[in-house]
């Protein structure tokens, strides 16, 4: 399902305009957005909780080289989904 399709189905179920459903997605997109900036987490109901967490400073190894190459710390995304969908999905549901 891409963008379109969401936001078309968005507003069919929830009898808004499709302008206003797009709305209200980038709203939500902006809101969690400014949560994952502050480093907060964001807990969708029945869904699952999006978080950031942080990767420790490490070496790697260029294989085709050999050099060695120091990777800063950086902040990465993570999705942990509700226990219910993990089952559905394992379900083939």
Do not use: C, H
Not at 51 to 58: A, F, G, L, P, Y
């Amino acid at each position: 399902m891409n963008n379109k399709e969401f936001i078309a189905e968005l507003a069919e179920r929830t009898g808004y305009s499709t302008k206003d459903a797009q709305r209200m997605v980038n709203f939500l997109v902006d809101a969690m957005g400014d949560a994952f900036q502050e480093g907060d987490s964001v807990l969708v109901p029945n869904f699952g909780l999006f978080e950031t967490k942080k990767k420790m400073e490490r070496i790697m190894v260029n294989p085709s080289t050999g050099q060695r190459m120091l990777v800063p710390p950086k902040l990465v995304l993570n999705f942990k989904p509700n226990q219910t969908w993990k089952d559905k999905l394992k379900g083939g549901q």
